[in-house]
């Protein structure tokens, strides 16, 4: 069990629905989400151009080192999708890995070109060699997040 360092009046209740979320983009409720379950069935439903307004409940795996400008986030069952914020209008802590995080917005599915995974990669901190054998776009699951809710630790 993860104990929660929320410093305030309440923390001596452990009670995991009295999650404390920092706030980013768009004002958006901690309610009304799909489970990252819900959502990965969705991805998996969706075609090539094709758009989806929805709002769900994941973890983050990765922040972008540089800016916080890019989370990936978990889909289970090893998939993960690739999360934006809406014309780059709002940041997230680059401290912002492995935490809860609910995210609202447009998921799509998106083939990213070479040169950009590159980019991602050398962002991410990857080593050369890695980015080097990057030779083929990669079909992946995006997020457009218009607002996010990421909890504090």
Same mark, same amino acid.
């Given at each position: ?84 914020? %809406?014309? !780059?209008?709002?940041?997230?802590? *680059?401290?912002? /890995?492995?935490?809860?995080? #609910?995210? =609202?917005? @447009?998921?799509? &599915? ?7 995974? %590159?980019? !991602?990669?050398?962002?991410?901190? *990857?080593?050369? /060699?890695?980015?080097?054998? #990057?030779? =083929?776009? @990669?079909?992946? &699951? ?12």
């Amino acid at each position: 069990e993860k104990t929660n360092n929320i410093s305030d009046e309440n923390s001596a209740i452990n009670d995991p629905e009295e999650t404390s979320y920092a706030s980013f983009g768009d004002n958006i409720s901690a309610d009304g989400y799909i489970s990252m379950n819900e959502m990965r069935n969705q991805f998996n439903d969706l075609a090539l151009g094709d758009t989806l307004d929805v709002k769900f409940k994941s973890k983050t795996i990765k922040v972008c080192q540089k800016k916080g400008c890019w989370v990936t986030v978990d889909l289970g069952e090893n998939q993960e999708s690739f999360m934006r914020f %809406k014309d !780059y209008k709002f940041v997230v802590p *680059k401290n912002a /890995e492995d935490r809860e995080i #609910i995210a =609202e917005g @447009k998921a799509f &599915l998106e083939e990213i070109p070479v040169d950009e995974l %590159k980019h !991602y990669a050398k962002d991410a901190g *990857k080593p050369q /060699e890695e980015i080097d054998e #990057i030779s =083929e776009p @990669k079909r992946t &699951l995006r997020f457009e997040a218009a607002g996010v809710l990421i909890a504090e630790q």
